[in-house]
């Protein structure tokens, strides 16, 4: 199956830095998402993006699907971003989604 | 429109025992997967439902089991509970298929004694 790898396992930042999150992904996907978890443990969608770049205001994202690697921008970071950040990605017809193991982001003020 | 809701939110069970766990799609979407959260395992797919079919199970034993009704609501059963059920479980839903989207709910956290 589809493997998914991000780096940094763990990001520690100032208020007010940015950051990059990258995700590897090992097969071709047609899907490729990233999702934010909050302390309470929901996970809030922030891109579908199987290809190209998005952006949402400080998050940005880019998916490069023929290097099979996205990366996601956080600019100007705010303590409300700290959380876990997931990239997901899913393929064909097995209608899944296959998560990395995600990056922990600690903004401190 | 309504999000996801899952019910309950927190459940405390002992070994031996079975659970239910209960979601409700966003009203029009008729793909619901799940997916179970550990610690030690992360986030992983359990199964995927679309008008009342499952098109994929994930590598979980027989013990858990679901279903989806014909309004699109869902069910996730586990049997003879194990200590290592403990976790959060995940519910997501989108429009058609399985890999859209997803949009999830607050989970269920599962506690067993």
């Known amino acids: 199956g589809i493997q998914v790898e991000q780096s940094p396992p763990d990001l520690i930042l100032q208020e007010g830095a940015n950051s990059t999150l990258r995700c590897n992904f090992s097969d071709s996907v047609n899907n490729l998402q990233w999702f934010h978890q909050n302390p309470w443990g929901q996970l809030i969608n922030l891109f579908y993006i199987p290809s190209g770049t998005k952006q949402n205001g400080r998050l940005s994202a880019t998916t490069v699907a023929t290097e099979r690697y996205s990366l996601l921008y956080i600019s100007s970071s705010q303590t409300t971003d700290s959380g876990v950040y997931f990239c997901a990605s899913g393929g064909g017809s097995n209608y899944k989604l296959t998560f990395g193991k995600g990056t922990l982001l600690t903004v401190n003020p | ?113």
């Open chain 2, 1 to 113: 429109k309504a999000g996801v809701t899952q019910t309950p939110r927190y459940l405390i069970k002992t070994r031996g025992q079975q659970v239910t766990l209960s979601c409700s799609p966003i009203s029009g979407h008729r793909s619901v997967s799940w997916y179970q959260q550990t610690p030690g395992q992360g986030l992983q797919f359990l199964f995927e439902y679309f008008s009342e079919t499952q098109r994929n199970k994930g590598n979980f034993p027989g013990r858990f089991s679901g279903r989806q009704f014909s309004n699109s609501r869902s069910e996730m059963n586990v049997s003879t509970l194990e200590l290592g059920d403990s976790a959060l479980y995940l519910c997501a839903s989108s429009p058609v298929a399985g890999t859209d989207t997803q949009y999830f709910g607050p989970g269920t956290r599962l506690t067993v004694l």
